[in-house]
């Protein structure tokens, strides 16, 4: 614009300038907004689902506790329903979500996923009651992380277990359909509250059916395993408890976990530049962590070892349970004691990882079973032991106390008791199964001569990652394969030089192990503080017909975690004599497992797993959470197999005459 040409613009834009700037005169009238016609909403005040073509009938229900808390409560009747038991869930995972699936007039689809065994449930004609537990999304009152019984940990009146009989006494008075019997049933938090409900229940529960139950979150469920602190839960942490409907998202700077949790250095500080101080049970994590009476008082199978055993139950385990692979098993070994009438307490172990048992059965990562095992237990198993307990006149399922799902020859096994490798005619016999000279594992225990001990140096600047990077988070979205790591190839491991790997020869004959494979190592450190990974592993064929990527596979049949420090007393950290052999033994998870002739057994030990657990600094510290970045330090670790020094893994080896 040239000078002519701005001067025009500016005279024309004169007048406008000058109205704008002339004051408007005192005590002037605003011209009122001009009024418009009224457009009647066209939403409805309430509205009134017309579902007089679905084939269930919803109810809404605020439930009363004893304490005046009212919990929100999703009841589901199949149309027409009269004297049906009901199937009770109680949840922190948000009922109504539960129990509207998909928008659909029929109750299977409105049911299919989480914690709805749906075929059971429908083809049963039962009734399905969901409840948010106190504190969650509908429900009023305030949440606690697994809410402890009243006592020590709780000093207030209320529970789980008060608030299940309250719960279930209002059902069986309010729902006219029902017969008055109760069942209980749930997976994960979902499989803890049926163990709360055993404690003092209603005389109206008549069965409790735990499924992959968080039990010991210290021992080897949750929260840590052997004191190894599982920092990739930090997240659910976060998101559980943030708020009362879980809207709050744990944030990630990184694509890969490895590189999110490297840079942070210790849990604790990820913690602190995520504000995770905020919530509750994180501050009692990092209060909490040895094994001290906080843990041990909430340990469910140490609560239920001292009641009585009024209500049948059902357990149900999952062999590659990636979350809770501790809980069922322990509970099983502290109540079928009890049992003297071999009619109360049952177990079903199957090739599942967590939950898996209400989803599809028939493969697990690469692994194929033949056939949709999950079903198989769902309607052979499930459905019959539910319908005894829960329905007048039924007949007695034909249920075993020891349903086995046995991988390898894949193939359910009906047993006595567990562990057990058959019905009858066999035993099983803890045997040692050498780490030796040469990276060889063997039945002979070492000799003489043979060099003393294998060493790697651990380095916590490169820890071990627990599976292909880039890491996944912990989760169940469409693409994330976080429920299938504990059978994961192991052969990137195995090609590490900070990984201690032991092979044994060719299987010639079947190789059967049917219960928990003891770790027991000889080992030190040239630092004061160290963790212990020990695997057993069944080492495939090279080759092998019809599945060409299982050649050479390494599947992980029994793994876990042990934190040095606590090697002399799970509640009180101590240093470890640096550079002195010493004994470390614990036990792995349980397994039902057939290593196949062809197969080898293999077992890797190595002192980090990354970025599932949180790393070691190999210095002691007074608490790992709050280790900085000097504490951590490279150490040369050695694994001794001498005569007197022997490391060995003790398998539950099943013994036939």
Same mark, same amino acid.
């Given at each position: 614009m040239n000078s002519i040409d701005r001067v025009r613009w500016l005279l024309r834009l004169a007048p406008v300038l000058a109205a704008l700037m002339i004051p408007e005169p005192s005590g002037a009238q605003t011209a009122p907004p001009p009024k418009y016609p009224a457009f009647p909403s066209e939403t409805p005040p309430t509205l009134a689902?017309?579902?007089?073509?679905?084939?269930? $009938?919803?109810?809404?229900?605020?439930?009363?506790?004893?304490?005046?808390?009212?919990?929100?409560?999703?009841?589901?009747?199949?149309?027409?329903?009269?004297?049906?038991?009901?199937l009770l869930t109680r949840t922190p995972y948000n009922a109504t979500a539960l129990t509207s699936r998909a928008h659909s007039a029929h109750l299977g689809p409105s049911l299919y996923g989480y914690d709805n065994a749906t075929e059971v449930i429908v083809e049963g004609g039962y009734i399905r009651a969901v409840?948010?537990?106190?504190?969650?999304?509908?429900?009023?009152?305030?949440? $606690?992380m697994n809410r402890p019984l009243h006592g020590p940990q709780n000093p207030t009146p209320v529970d789980h277990s008060t608030d299940t009989y309250d719960t279930i006494d209002w059902?069986?008075?309010?729902?006219?359909?029902? &017969?008055?019997?109760? #069942?209980?049933?749930?997976?994960?938090?979902?499989?803890?509250?049926?163990?709360?409900?055993?404690? &003092?229940?209603?005389?109206?529960l008549k069965v409790a059916v735990p499924m992959n139950p968080m039990v010991d979150g210290w021992m080897g469920d949750d929260w840590f395993h052997n004191g190894a602190f599982r920092q990739q839960g930090m997240a659910y942490v976060y998101e559980q408890e943030a708020t009362r409907a879980s809207e709050a998202k744990w944030w990630t700077s990184?694509?890969?976990?490895?590189?999110?949790? *490297?840079?942070?250095?210790?849990?604790?500080?990820?913690?602190?530049?995520?504000?995770?101080?905020?919530?509750?049970?994180?501050?009692?994590?990092?209060?909490?962590?040895?094994?001290? /009476?906080f843990w041990?008082?909430?340990?469910?199978?140490?609560?239920?070892?001292?009641?009585?055993?009024? $209500?049948?139950? *059902?357990?149900?385990?999952?062999?590659?349970?990636?979350?809770?692979?501790?809980?069922?098993?322990?509970?099983?070994?502290?109540?079928?004691?009890?049992?003297?009438? &071999?009619?109360?307490?049952?177990?079903v172990m199957g090739p599942w990882h967590h939950g898996q048992e209400i989803a599809d059965g028939s493969t697990l990562g690469p692994l194929r079973f033949d056939s949709d095992t999950a079903l198989h237990f769902r309607r052979e198993i499930?459905?019959?032991?539910?319908?005894?307990?829960?329905?007048?006149?039924?007949?007695?399922?034909?249920?075993?106390?020891?349903?086995?799902?046995?991988?390898?020859? &894949?193939?359910?096994?009906?047993?006595?008791?567990?562990?057990?490798?058959?019905?009858?005619?066999?035993? %099983?016999?803890?045997?040692?199964?050498?780490?030796?000279?040469?990276?060889?594992?063997?039945?002979?225990?070492?000799?003489?001569?043979?060099?003393?001990?294998?060493?790697?140096?651990?380095?916590?600047?490169?820890?071990?990652?627990? =599976?292909?990077?880039?890491?996944?988070?912990?989760g169940y979205d469409r693409g994330l394969t976080w429920s299938q790591?504990?059978?994961?190839?192991?052969?990137?491991?195995? #090609?590490?030089?900070?990984? /201690?790997?032991?092979v044994s020869e060719v299987m010639?004959?079947? %190789?059967?192990?049917? #219960?928990?494979?003891?770790?027991?190592?000889?080992?030190?450190?040239?630092?004061?503080?160290?963790?212990? %990974?020990?695997?057993?592993?069944?080492?495939?064929?090279?080759?092998?017909?019809?599945?060409?990527?299982?050649?050479?596979?390494?599947?992980?049949?029994?793994?876990?975690?042990?934190?040095? =420090?606590?090697?002399?007393?799970?509640?009180?950290?101590?240093?470890?004599?640096?550079?002195?052999?010493?004994?470390?033994?614990?036990?792995?998870?349980?397994?039902?497992?057939?290593?196949l002739p062809g197969h080898r057994i293999m077992v890797q030990v190595q002192s980090s797993w990354f970025p599932l657990y949180d790393r070691n600094p190999q210095t002691f510290v007074p608490n790992i959470f709050w280790a900085k970045p000097a504490d951590y330090r490279s150490a040369a670790q050695r694994i001794y197999h001498a005569p007197g020094q022997a490391s060995f893994v003790e398998l539950p080896l099943v013994v036939t005459p």
């Open positions: 689902p017309a579902t007089d073509g679905f084939d269930y $009938v919803k109810r809404d229900v605020m439930v009363p506790m004893r304490d005046g808390v009212k919990l929100h409560t999703v009841i589901l009747l199949p149309k027409g329903a009269r004297d049906a038991p009901i409840q948010d537990v106190r504190g969650k999304y509908g429900s009023e009152g305030d949440y $606690v059902l069986v008075k309010n729902v006219p359909e029902s &017969n008055g019997r109760v #069942g209980i049933l749930g997976i994960s938090y979902d499989g803890f509250l049926p163990l709360m409900a055993l404690v &003092n229940p209603h005389p109206a990184h694509f890969d976990d490895y590189d999110l949790f *490297m840079q942070a250095g210790s849990a604790g500080e990820l913690g602190r530049r995520h504000g995770l101080e905020q919530v509750g049970f994180w501050r009692k994590l990092l209060e909490h962590p040895g094994y001290d /009476a041990r008082d909430q340990a469910m199978d140490r609560v239920l070892a001292t009641q009585p055993l009024k $209500v049948p139950v *059902m357990l149900v385990h999952s062999l590659w349970d990636q979350e809770d692979i501790y809980g069922a098993i322990a509970v099983y070994k502290a109540i079928e004691p009890k049992d003297t009438d &071999n009619d109360k307490v049952f177990l499930l459905r019959p032991f539910l319908d005894q307990y829960l329905k007048a006149g039924a007949r007695k399922a034909d249920v075993p106390p020891v349903s086995a799902f046995e991988t390898g020859t &894949n193939a359910w096994r009906r047993l006595p008791a567990w562990p057990a490798g058959c019905t009858s005619g066999c035993t %099983v016999q803890p045997t040692p199964l050498y780490l030796t000279a040469g990276s060889k594992l063997s039945f002979a225990a070492p000799k003489a001569g043979d060099p003393a001990f294998d060493e790697y140096l651990s380095d916590p600047a490169r820890p071990v990652p627990f =599976r292909a990077r880039p890491i996944q988070p912990i790591w504990l059978v994961d190839d192991q052969r990137e491991a195995s #090609g590490r030089p900070d990984v /201690a790997v032991f010639t004959a079947p %190789v059967k192990i049917s #219960g928990q494979p003891i770790a027991n190592l000889v080992a030190s450190t040239s630092g004061t503080d160290s963790d212990w %990974v020990v695997k057993v592993i069944d080492l495939y064929p090279d080759e092998v017909a019809g599945q060409a990527a299982m050649g050479g596979y390494q599947l992980m049949v029994s793994a876990d975690i042990f934190r040095g =420090r606590y090697r002399e007393n799970l509640e009180k950290a101590e240093p470890i004599a640096a550079d002195k052999p010493l004994p470390y033994r614990f036990a792995l998870p349980t397994a039902n497992h057939v290593f």
